[in-house]
């Protein structure tokens, strides 16, 4: 996975992550994690209200649908796309067929942001 200096593969990565919507720690940056993830049906709307929230597609179609004051929109990410959720926006990641994906967000981030309940998962370690 990884070799003195520190370098990671993320292909090895992506092959260590068995279920869907389990993030692991791939690396760490300051205060923000590097995170990839498996993504595969519908997730839970929730919102990070203290932070926003960085989704780059590798394999995959993703769809993000978004809450906020200007009503309810999707946005479609494909491989090598990269979307920006804004802090507080509140959000629902779907996948109809398997995606892998990186995540960038603060140290601490919890999956389901404010919304909690039974698909919290905790930052796994590769």
């Known amino acids: 996975m990884s070799d003195a200096s520190g370098i990671r593969n993320i292909a090895d990565a992506f092959a260590r992550v068995a279920e869907p919507w ?33 989704f780059l597609v590798r394999s995959g179609r993703l769809t993000i649908a978004l809450r906020d004051a200007d009503g309810e929109r999707e946005v479609e990410l494909g491989p090598d796309d990269v979307f920006v959720v804004p802090a507080g926006v509140e959000h629902r990641p779907r996948a109809e067929e398997a995606v892998e994906a990186l ?3 603060p140290a601490g981030t919890v999956n389901t942001g404010d919304a909690g309940g039974a698909r919290t998962q ?5």
Request: charged share 30%.
């Open 22 to 54: 389990q993030p692991h720690r791939l690396a760490s940056v300051n205060d923000y994690d590097v995170k990839v993830v498996k993504l595969d049906g519908e997730f839970v709307w929730h919102s990070h209200p203290e932070t926003d929230e960085l």
């Open 122 to 126: 905790p930052v796994r370690e590769l």
């Open 103 to 105: 995540l960038i967000e």
